[in-house]
């Protein structure tokens, strides 16, 4: 297992930007592809975004395309999520996965194909 810890969330007005980052440990980072969740209380965990192992491959939530960017620095075991003209609806925990991934371009979305998962870090978007 790899061991991940979210932070940069915070309480941001509507329209701001915020920058998330996963810092992971224990394996090889750049054997792993990388998601990013989010969940709201009494709700399902939902996903936001995936990247490659490789990095150059990616994909978004319909609800976060063109507003939200996922990146990876393998130099630096870090996978980032920026975050741009966020909305109250964007309000969550968001939460840092990864995945085992043998390919460098597959990507993964479903929340059962992540075995290591993070702490999370809260958003909160004012109206």
């Known amino acids: 297992q790899v061991q991940l810890v979210e932070s940069g969330g915070g309480l941001v007005q509507a329209g701001d930007s915020l920058r998330l980052s996963c810092a992971a440990s224990?394996?090889?980072?750049?054997?792993?592809?990388m998601g990013w969740f989010r969940q709201a209380p009494g709700k399902e965990r939902e996903f936001v975004a995936t990247?490659?192992?490789?990095?150059?491959?990616?994909d978004y939530a319909d609800s976060v395309t063109g507003r939200f960017t996922i990146s990876r620095n393998n130099a630096k075991n870090t996978v980032y999520l920026q975050m741009n003209s966020l909305k109250p609806e964007d309000t969550d925990v968001y939460y840092c996965a990864a995945t085992y991934s043998q390919y460098a371009m597959t990507i993964f979305r479903g929340i059962s194909e992540f075995g290591s998962w993070g702490q999370g870090t809260q958003v909160i978007v004012s109206s």
């Open positions: 224990g394996r090889t980072f750049s054997n792993y592809a």
């Open positions: 990247i490659s192992k490789s990095g150059f491959i990616t």
